[in-house]
């Protein structure tokens, strides 16, 4: 196993090392390990990574370059309290906090560097190759978000499924930005529940013909409500209006992956859009 303690654990991934379960590796990246047991996907990494419930932060980053797909190991014991995102407000004087920050954010997305992926929506930019060809049914799903048509928003994320390269990719991280701000939305009132969990499940059973196995468990977790850390005190800062907090938790959810901070921050102001 990879050296050093485990520092911190997400709760799902914190239960299977209470099972005991092995686990195979699925894909050693520059900074990271995936791995599945049980048919459960986590990931190792180390301190600097950042928190989520499928993630296993150790005292020293994993020699990733040791690992090949398919190979077995033995996960860590850890005793830790696990990690779990905060309930989401249910005030629903948040609901409309948050889509006026996002909107707030959005403007203001040029401070938070040179976006990648779907984040050049943001600034208004051109998409990249092979995103452009999809930029219409980014505008669908933001405008059946923007008019809580949960119907429509889903036929429009299952043309974005798989869009992109990488483990994640950008058509799934947008689309799971997107249901994650309407989670939330629904969550404080703001919208049709019903017909959004509906359409949460068509994208989760589609994903899971549509993409990557690691994309669409993230997929899944984004559309259930739980994603990274920066991701919810990202939201926990917009719905407060706080501009310093909103500012630092950006910055911090831009820098996940090649891509993937900005495609589902991008997401999450489409999915917020009013």
């Known amino acids: 196993m990879a050296p050093g303690s485990v520092v911190a654990i997400g709760r799902r991934a914190a239960a299977l090392l209470r099972s005991g379960a092995g686990a195979r590796v699925l894909a050693p990246l520059a900074a990271s390990v995936y791995v599945v047991a049980r048919s459960e996907i986590a990931w190792v ?3 600097e990574g950042p928190l989520h419930p499928r993630a296993i932060v150790l005292s020293s980053a994993p020699r990733t370059d ?5 190979d077995v190991l033995a996960l860590p ?5 696990a ?3 905060a309930p989401a407000p249910t005030d629903p004087r948040t609901a409309a906090t948050l889509r006026h920050g996002a909107a707030r954010l959005a403007a203001a997305a040029a401070a938070l560097g040179e976006p990648a992926g779907f984040g050049a929506r943001l600034l208004g930019t051109p998409l ?3 995103l452009a060809r999809a930029a219409g049914r980014a505008d669908d799903l933001a405008a059946a978000c923007a008019a809580d048509d949960p119907a429509a928003a889903a036929a429009a994320a299952l043309g974005l499924l798989g869009l992109g390269p990488g483990l994640t990719p950008s058509g799934d991280d947008f689309v799971g930005g997107a249901f994650f701000a309407r989670a939330r939305l629904v969550r404080a009132g703001g919208g049709d529940a019903p017909g959004w969990r509906a359409a949460a499940e ?3 059973v589609a994903a899971a013909r549509a993409t990557h196995p690691v994309s669409a468990a993230l997929l899944g977790d984004l559309l259930d409500g739980e994603a990274w850390a920066p ?7 917009l719905a407060g209006a706080d501009d310093g907090a909103t500012r630092d938790a950006a910055r911090r959810l831009v820098g996940l992956g090649h891509s993937s901070g900005w495609d589902v921050l991008a997401g999450l102001v489409a999915g917020a859009a009013r």
């Open 202 to 204: 068509t994208v989760r």
């Open 45 to 47: 990494c180390g301190p």
């Open 231 to 237: 991701l919810h005190a990202l939201c926990d800062a």
């Open 83 to 85: 990690w779990r995102p």
């Open 77 to 81: 014991a850890c005793t830790l309290p």
């Open 128 to 130: 990249p190759f092979p």
């Open 66 to 70: 040791a690992y090949r797909a398919g």
